[in-house]
Nanobody, 127 residues
Framework: QLQLVESGGGSVQIGGSLRLSCDAS????????MGWFRQTPGNEREGVAG???????IYDKSVKGRFTISKDKATNTLYLQMNNLRPEDTGEYYC?????????????????????WGQGTQVSVSS
């Protein structure tokens, strides 16, 4: 019944920018840590960025300083602003809620703590 919907992916050249969106309106506002994950063919999803209920943000070291996670409170939409994109950023991006974390912020970005998931949006960065 719960559903997250990602959008905003596309193809961009090196150094370009994209802004991914995640419609989280089916979730209770500000109840869960939210995260963005990236998956490439044959690999597991890896945590990219997280936003906890107190506003704390966490980033994988590969994107820190280039990506920014945020949330629009009015629409309950999660965003990932992606700047200075690199080919290594290519992949399918998913948003998800951490519904298993009961500790203090920031939440973990370990994949097994997150769900439900959206259907993903493709990001392709070309040289």
């Amino acid at each position: 019944q719960l559903q997250l919907v990602e959008s905003g992916g596309g193809s961009v050249q090196i150094g370009g920018s994209l802004r991914l969106s995640c419609d989280a309106s089916s979730l209770t506002y500000n109840l869960y840590c939210m995260g963005w994950f990236r998956q490439t063919p044959g690999n597991e999803r890896e945590g990219v960025a997280g936003l906890d209920v107190d506003g704390t943000t966490i980033y994988d070291k590969s994107v820190k300083g280039r990506f920014t996670i945020s949330k629009d409170k009015a629409t309950n939409t999660l965003y990932l602003q992606m700047n200075n994109l690199r080919p290594e950023d290519t992949g399918e991006y998913y948003c998800a809620a951490n519904m298993r974390w009961t500790g203090a912020p920031p939440c973990t970005l370990r994949r097994e703590y997150f769900g439900p998931w959206g259907q993903g949006t493709q990001v392709s960065v070309s040289s």
